[in-house]
């Protein structure tokens, strides 16, 4: 269960505000909010946070030692699936970590480490869940973006979700931080659907996208793709583009 729970009317972003106070706050505190002035996502991206019935939430972790941080946000990407299937809509994984439903984007992770001369303290994972939106507001984002208000045609309590959200991520949380990736492969590996497909993967803000076959996900998570001359690569971080 998390030890804190601090919630904030408007806020730059949860994640910003975790990563400044880091060292004030306790392992385990949850953050959330009602709007983001200055919502951020992966590869510099604004994360559009403007609907109140949004949810904007960090979670400050600090384990004392595992050799899995990087698996957590695939992690969170299973925990709102899980949910999401609770009210009988479908979704799927994006390698690494987005959740989709009919292909749109519904939720999105950011995962950002502190740390001290090299030393990392531990993470702020963050994620942005699209509960309710008008379509006004979805179609002002620059990718295909949907909320769960939209496609089930009724609004969405973001107080049931949260509670859900935050309960069930740390039903698992010590195990994953044990033993990583693979005690929830198997619920990781049942929610995606592009393998055996043709994908564009950018590594870095700003490089360029280059075209593979997405071949499977390693026993850590990480993708393993195959080049035109069928020459296999492990992507270890990246954005995928399907
Ligand atoms: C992505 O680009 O897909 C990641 C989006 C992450 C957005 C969430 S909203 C809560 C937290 N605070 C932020 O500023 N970003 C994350």
């Known amino acids: 269960m998390p030890t804190e729970i601090l919630t904030f009317k408007k806020i730059d972003s949860t994640n910003t505000y975790a990563l400044k106070n880091f060292d004030e706050l306790k392992d385990r505190t949850v953050i959330s909010a009602d709007f983001q002035t200055m919502g951020r996502g992966r590869f510099n991206r604004t994360w559009v946070s403007e609907s109140m019935e949004n949810i904007y939430i960090s979670f400050v972790l600090k384990p004392v030692e595992t050799k899995y941080l990087a698996n957590l946000t695939q992690y969170l990407s299973v925990v709102v699936a899980k949910i999401v299937e609770k009210y009988k809509v479908t979704p799927t994984i994006k390698w690494p970590n987005d959740v989709l439903v ?80 693979l005690c929830f492969e198997k619920d990781y590996k049942e929610r995606i659907d592009f393998l055996g497909q043709k994908v564009h993967v950018q590594l870095r803000d700003g490089d360029k996208k280059v075209e593979y076959t997405a071949v499977d996900i390693d026993d850590c998570g990480n993708l393993v793709v195959a080049d035109k001359d069928s020459h296999s690569k492990t992507i270890y971080s990246g954005d995928l583009i399907l």
């Open 102 to 181: 009919s292909g749109k984007k519904i939720c999105g992770i950011l995962c950002e480490s502190s740390s001290k001369t090299n030393l990392t303290k531990g993470v702020v994972l963050g994620a942005g869940i699209n509960l309710n939106m008008s379509k006004a507001c979805l179609d002002s984002i620059d990718r295909p973006a949907t909320a769960l208000n939209i496609v089930l045609k009724r609004e969405i309590s973001k107080e049931e979700f949260l509670s859900e959200l935050v309960q069930t991520f740390f039903e698992d949380y010590q195990e994953v931080l044990e033993n990583g990736f």
